[in-house]
Every structure is written in structure tokens, then in C-alpha cells.
């Protein structure tokens, strides 16, 4: 049977998508949408990490007097070190402090990407005082209007030292970063892909490699499938080239590298999040 935890997480990046498109058609003030579209995702990391991890957004600093950019979000040790800025408002973070960044995008286009890989220019450049390296950065957009082939294009032209250490689209279900980061896998080359919908077997278990396609008479940016709303997204322009995505199974591939980074941090012990998440589960289209 599909498994209950890729079910829940479908579930999740429903309510997510929901939320954010509910806010911004009631809201048209482009900052206050961008504001409450990285809340949404605060509250799900936040839920999603232990108390030992603390969420907040703000600016880096290192003891060099290295500054960072506005900061969307910033995970960080609240368990092992004081924090020595947040007398009044933990807005200031030292460098030594923060275990790794997100940047968040309410449409993924070729504006905001440079935009990322300039906060990644600047954050890399900040010299922790104990010799650790300085934190990794991720990207979460909840929308791409582009076909594939241009979303993928437009990651790739990033300068490799600037890409983030993992990039996820909720809708249509796109996830970049490197193949050992992503896939587990021991190579290292930087992938973007799809998390598109399996088909499943009468047991509803995925099929490995198998894919679900629009029929030529099925129009429209979604289609419900065993009742449930999966994006529809192109390769090409072509008619034939339509595939659906699952931006759960997107969503929870980064959120499992989110936790695998601290993991890597020595900020959290192993996750088990990986346990559930094998096989066909964490397989994509290369783009």
C-alpha cells in the first residue's frame, strides 16, 4: 500500500500550497505576501525540527565584520550557545551560530534566482572564528510557470559555487542540488529533477520508472488523481510531453535533506525521515 508518511506529506504540501496561493490572492501587497509565504514555511520547520533547533530570519554577522543579506530563514543552534544578540529581538546571528539558511521565493524566475545566488555569494563569504565552514544555504519557491526544460536551464546557469545546497519548486515538484545530497548517491554532480507522480499497482505500491500522463482529452494545470489535485507540468511544448508532479514527494525529499545537512552539523541525531523514504520514493526525472 502507498506508505502513510509520502501520503501525510501530500497532505502537507496541499495545505502549504493552499495557504500561500489563499494569502496572496487576498493580499496583493507584494511584501506582505513574500512575508507570509516565508511564515508558512517557519512554521512548518518549526514543527518539522526539535526545540534544541531554533527558526528565526534576520542578518549574519561574522568577527570580521562580514554582514549578510536579509536572511528569510535562519536555522540555528539555540540549545549550545548563548545568544549573545537577543537581549531585545534575535535579528542579529552570529556566524558560529547558524547551521544553514533558506531563502524563499513565492515564484520561481530567472530575477530571483540571481537574487539567491547573490545571497549565496555573500553568506559563503563570512568567516566563522572557529574555523568551521561557513552555512549552507537551500531555496524553497512554491510556484514555477516555465516549462521544465527552462526552469532547469535557468539552475544550471548558476555558477556552480553559488548554487544552493538543495532547491525545491512545491508546484510543479521540482528538486535540484547535488546527486549525492538528493539521491544519496556517491556521485556528486548537480541534478535537477522532477518528483512526478507514479503510477501505482493494485496494491498501491509506486512502479518503478512508471509514470502518470495527462490522456490527450484531460486540459487544465491540474488533475485529480484517486481524488487528489497533482500539477501538470510540461517538458516541452509539446502536447505529449505533459506529465504530472508530486509536490509531496518534492517537499519531503527537502525537507529530508534539510534534516540530513544537521544531521551532518552534529546539530540532530540521524533522521529517520530516510527509512521511509526508499526505493521508487525518491526516484526523478532528470531534466
Partial sequence: MRKIVEQYWSGVARRLQEEVETFNKLIGHAGEQ?????????RLMENLLPNSVGVG???IIDSAGGVSKQTDIIIFDSANQPSILAQTTQAIYPVENVLMTIEVKT???EEELKDCAEKQRIQASLKPANGAPPPPMAVLAYNAEEMLSTIAGRIRAIAEELRPLALCV??????AGSQQVIMGSSEDDYIVGL????SFDVQ???IAGNWQRPDKSERGRALIRSGVPYPVARE???NESRIL???GRALLMFCSVILDSLTSASALPQSTLKYYLQGPARELILL
Fill in 236 to 238: 516541452t511544448m509539446r
Fill in 34 to 42: 513574500g512575508r507570509e509565504n516565508e511564515l508558512s514555511l517557519v
Fill in 170 to 175: 512545491v508546484k510543479p515538484g521540482i528538486l
Fill in 195 to 198: 518528483a512526478a507522480l507514479h
Fill in 204 to 206: 498501491g505500491d509506486r
Fill in 107 to 109: 515564484t520561481l524566475n
Fill in 57 to 59: 530570519s534576520g542578518m
Fill in 245 to 247: 508532479g508530486e509536490p
